[in-house]
């Protein structure tokens, strides 16, 4: 069987449209998956680089406001530091 390779970027993003979505199929459930899935692709590629709140009002555990976030980007990227990233704009 072949296998394939995902970039922890693409999966970075994806979730991180997922996790903002409030339509009704966007249950607690489905961002704690979610959450769950990214963080641990993330710490086993050594990419894990933290998330924020989408509302800092709303962090509490349990709550839809704790799983309503978004995953920052690996600090290396291709190879590039992120400062290296940021001076060139």
């Not at 970075?12 to 449209?17: D, G, L």
């Given at each position: 069987m072949a296998r394939k390779t995902v970039q922890?970027?693409?999966l970075?993003?994806?979730?991180?449209?997922a996790l903002a979505r409030?339509?009704?199929e966007a249950t607690f459930g489905f961002k704690e998956g979610i959450c769950t899935m990214v963080?641990?692709?993330?710490?086993?590629a050594d990419n894990y680089s933290g998330f924020s709140f989408l509302d800092n009002s709303q962090t509490q555990p349990y709550?839809?406001?704790?799983?309503s976030r978004r995953y920052y980007f690996p600090k290396e990227k291709y190879?590039?530091?992120?400062?290296?990233l940021?001076?060139?704009l």
């Open positions: 922890v970027v693409d970075i993003t994806f979730a991180n449209i409030t339509d009704a963080e641990k692709a993330m710490f086993l709550t839809m406001g704790h799983v190879g590039v530091s992120f400062e290296k940021k001076n060139n």
